[in-house]
């Protein structure tokens, strides 16, 4: 039987708060941040710098690099972070997308 979301067993266990370009977000502790975000509803993770295209997590296992994101400053993949409490989490190229 198939389900609405391939990450439902996310939804149970304790959680802990992370940003997400100053949106507040509730993600289970301990999680795949990439996971984390995409049960929340998160699709675009960035968007190239030349083009503008979406990007999101593909390959899931850190050989990609579509799932890039901001963490405190550093790029790092998402699919490769674990989440915990207080995660401040930008999406790359952001700024020059909407200018």
């Known amino acids: 039987m198939k389900t609405a979301s391939p990450f439902l067993e996310l939804e149970n266990g304790p959680r802990v708060n992370v940003t997400l370009d100053?949106?507040?977000?509730?993600?289970?502790?301990?999680?795949?941040?990439?996971?984390a975000l995409l049960a929340a509803g998160?699709?675009?993770?960035?968007?190239?710098?030349?083009?503008?295209?979406?990007?999101?997590?593909?390959?899931?296992?850190?050989?990609?690099?579509?799932?890039?994101?901001?963490?405190?400053g550093t790029t790092r993949q998402a699919c490769m972070i674990e989440v915990t409490d207080g995660l401040e989490i930008k999406r790359p190229h952001r700024d020059e997308a909407l200018a």
């Open 42 to 72: 998160v699709g675009v993770f960035r968007r190239t710098p030349v083009s503008n295209a979406p990007r999101g997590p593909f390959c899931m296992m850190g050989a990609c690099f579509d799932c890039l994101i901001e963490i405190d």
């Open 22 to 35: 100053g949106m507040a977000l509730s993600l289970p502790r301990g999680a795949n941040l990439a996971a």
